[in-house]
C-alpha cells in the first residue's frame, strides 16, 4: 500500500463549478502538506503549503488537512478551463531533507 | 516561471548510454533536488544536496549519479542506461536544506531510451 493516496481520475466539472481534490496518507509522521499543479509537458507548481491541521485559503483555491483522519483536500471555487492540469499532493516527514512524498495526481478538466 | 532552469528539455539516447542532466536552482536558493517521474512510479525523490553536499538519498539506483557545483547548479549523471529509464527528471530548489521552505521546479528533461 502506498503512503499517499490520490485518485488518478480523470475529474471532469463544467467551468464554474467547485472542484474538490483529496488525498489519504498512512504515516501520521506528516507534519508539512502541499498541492501541486503540473500542466501538460511542464514541471509541478506550488500552489499551497500548509502546515499541521487546519484550514489555509489562497484567493480560489482552499486546501484543508484532518490529521486526526489523515486526509487532505484541496478546493477550488469558480473553476476555470485554465485549471485544467493534474493536481497533486505531497507531504513531508519534519527532518527528512526534502523527501516529499507525492500521490499519483488527479487529472482535472474543466470544460467550457 | 519558478526560476528553476534545466537542460536539456529533451533527450534520446541507446541502452547502454551515458547522459548529464543539468540544472540550475533559483537565485539565492542553496538546496537541489533531483525527482524522476514515470506513468507507473509517479514523482521518485532520487537525491539532495546542500550547498555542495549531499544530504539525502532517496530510490537512486546506483548507476546515477549527481553532484552540485560551487556555483550551485546541479548535474545528474545517468550511465549504462536501460529502457525502464524512460522518464521525466526533474530538478527542484528551496531556500534552506529542510522542510520549512517548500520546493519550487523546474520543466525538467524528457529522457527517453531507446
Known amino acids: 500500500q502506498k503512503e499517499v493516496e490520490q485518485d488518478p481520475g480523470p475529474l471532469s466539472v463544467p467551468e464554474g463549478a467547485i472542484v474538490s481534490l483529496n488525498c489519504t496518507y498512512s504515516?501520521?509522521?506528516?507534519?508539512?502538506f502541499m498541492w501541486y499543479r503540473q500542466y501538460s509537458r511542464k514541471g509541478p507548481e506550488l500552489l499551497m503549503y500548509?502546515?499541521?491541521?487546519g484550514n489555509k485559503e489562497d484567493g480560489r483555491f482552499t486546501a484543508q488537512v484532518d490529521k486526526s483522519s489523515k486526509y487532505i483536500s484541496l478546493f477550488i471555487r469558480d473553476s476555470q478551463p485554465s485549471d485544467s492540469a493534474t493536481y497533486l499532493c505531497?507531504?513531508?516527514?519534519?527532518?527528512?531533507?526534502?523527501?516529499?512524498?507525492f500521490g499519483a495526481g488527479t487529472q482535472v478538466v474543466v470544460t467550457p | 516561471d519558478s526560476g528553476v532552469t534545466q537542460t536539456p528539455k529533451h533527450l534520446i539516447t541507446a541502452t547502454g548510454q551515458r547522459v548529464t542532466l543539468r540544472c540550475s536552482p533559483r537565485?539565492?536558493?542553496?538546496?537541489v533536488y533531483w525527482y524522476q517521474q514515470s506513468l507507473d512510479q509517479g514523482l521518485q525523490f532520487l537525491i539532495q544536496?546542500?550547498?555542495?553536499?549531499?544530504?539525502a538519498k532517496g530510490n537512486i539506483l546506483e548507476r546515477f549519479s549527481a553532484q552540485q557545483f560551487p556555483d550551485l547548479h546541479s548535474e545528474l549523471n545517468l550511465s549504462s542506461l536501460e529502457l525502464g529509464d524512460s522518464a521525466l527528471y526533474f530538478c527542484?530548489?528551496?531556500?534552506?536544506?529542510?522542510?520549512?521552505?517548500?520546493?519550487?521546479f523546474g520543466n525538467g528533461t524528457r529522457l527517453t531510451v531507446t
Open positions: 527542484a530548489s528551496s531556500e534552506t536544506q529542510g522542510q520549512v521552505s517548500p520546493l519550487h
Open positions: 544536496y546542500y550547498n555542495g553536499e549531499e544530504r
Open positions: 500548509t502546515y499541521s491541521s
Open positions: 504515516n501520521s509522521a506528516f507534519q508539512y
Open positions: 537565485s539565492g536558493d542553496l538546496s
Open positions: 505531497a507531504m513531508i516527514v519534519p527532518d527528512s531533507w526534502g523527501k516529499l512524498q
